[in-house]
């Protein structure tokens, strides 16, 4: 991981300089209204839960944990550049109930603690071996916990791919010097749509962002099959995706009006495949710990 820890450090991700502070609820509202149509129903274990942001980056994530009522919040990251930001943000929102901490995914199995929910977005695509990072997060998820991860899309993403390969062949050794230059030959494409849709990422249009959407060091993109074996091998119940847009679950649900709850992902599968900028960003997925 430490060709990643170099490009945190040397470009902390996400920039941001505003965050909406969500009013405090029952967990079980927010993850409710991600997983709908499906329904979890309410344990008063989760009332005050230990909460792990596996990843928290510039500290935006563990920040919007707070939507949480009586969370205590662990954010961890690799990059100390990256966790100085958070941690001053959230000495500016005057926010007591969050900590910080510099950590490997990996090195978290010395941490002696459980955590009732982990989030995870954007991490574990970006590490060697991302199911020895899941593994790792499970040891530290209490029983019947809630896990929400965010991964990379292989049909989402093709477009990426599509950029990568283009910018290899053009043999760029200078990001910082060249990366306008090569922005503006995408804005500037007319034919090829796909390539075209990185100009609806915000990440494009900032050198942290765009080093992380283009040019990572590492990178792993999944297929629902794929994530469905990794679940069913490590015994984690799939409950559901969170999607922004309500239209993709309500087209979803016309066309398997039998999968009531929206949790079949050999459907899912196929709904994608169908539909291959559904997942465009990544999977948000949330699953429980059996």
């Known amino acids: 991981m430490q060709q990643a820890r170099d490009q945190y450090e040397e470009n902390p991700y996400p ?10 609820n029952n967990f079980f509202k927010w993850i409710n209204a991600e997983i709908l149509p499906n ?9 005050k839960p230990n909460i ?7 500290g935006s994530h563990s920040i919007s944990a707070m939507r949480y009522k009586n969370a205590k919040i662990l954010g961890v990251d690799l990059s100390l550049a990256s966790l100085a930001y958070a941690k001053r943000k959230t000495e500016e929102l005057n926010i007591k109930n969050i900590e910080y901490l510099q950590a490997d995914i990996l090195q978290l199995k010395k941490l002696d603690k459980k955590f009732d929910i982990i989030e995870s977005s ?6 060697k071996d991302p199911i020895a990072g899941l593994k790792v997060l499970l040891d530290l998820l209490e029983p019947n916990g809630f896990l929400k991860l965010g991964l990379y899309s292989k049909i989402g993403r093709r477009h990426i791919v599509e950029a990568r390969e283009v910018f290899n062949k053009k043999n760029v050794k200078n990001i910082n010097k060249d990366f306008k230059i090569f922005r503006q030959e995408i804005i500037n494409e007319k034919k090829d749509l796909e390539y075209r849709k990185l100009v609806l990422n915000e990440d494009f249009y900032s050198l942290s962002g765009l080093k992380d959407l283009l040019f990572h060091v590492q990178e792993y993109c999944f297929t629902i099959p794929e994530i469905s074996k990794m679940l069913n091998n490590l015994n984690l119940k799939f409950i559901g995706f969170y999607v922004s847009d309500n239209f993709i679950k309500n087209k979803y649900s016309k ?6 709850k929206n949790i079949s992902l050999n ?15 990544m999977y948000q997925l949330w699953v429980q710990k059996t």
Do not use: K
């Not at 329904?39 to 009332?47: G, K, R």
């Not at 459907?267 to 960003?281: G, K, L, M, R, V």
């Open 255 to 260: 066309l398997y009006p039998d999968d009531e």
């Open 39 to 47: 329904i979890i129903e309410y344990n008063n274990d989760f009332d």
């Open 267 to 281: 459907n899912w599968h196929q709904f994608e495949i169908n539909n291959p900028d559904t997942f465009a960003s």
């Open 52 to 58: 792990l942001i596996a990843g928290c980056g510039t």
């Open 122 to 127: 954007g991490v574990l695509h970006h590490m």
């Open 15 to 24: 920039r941001w300089r505003y965050t909406n502070i969500l009013i405090p």
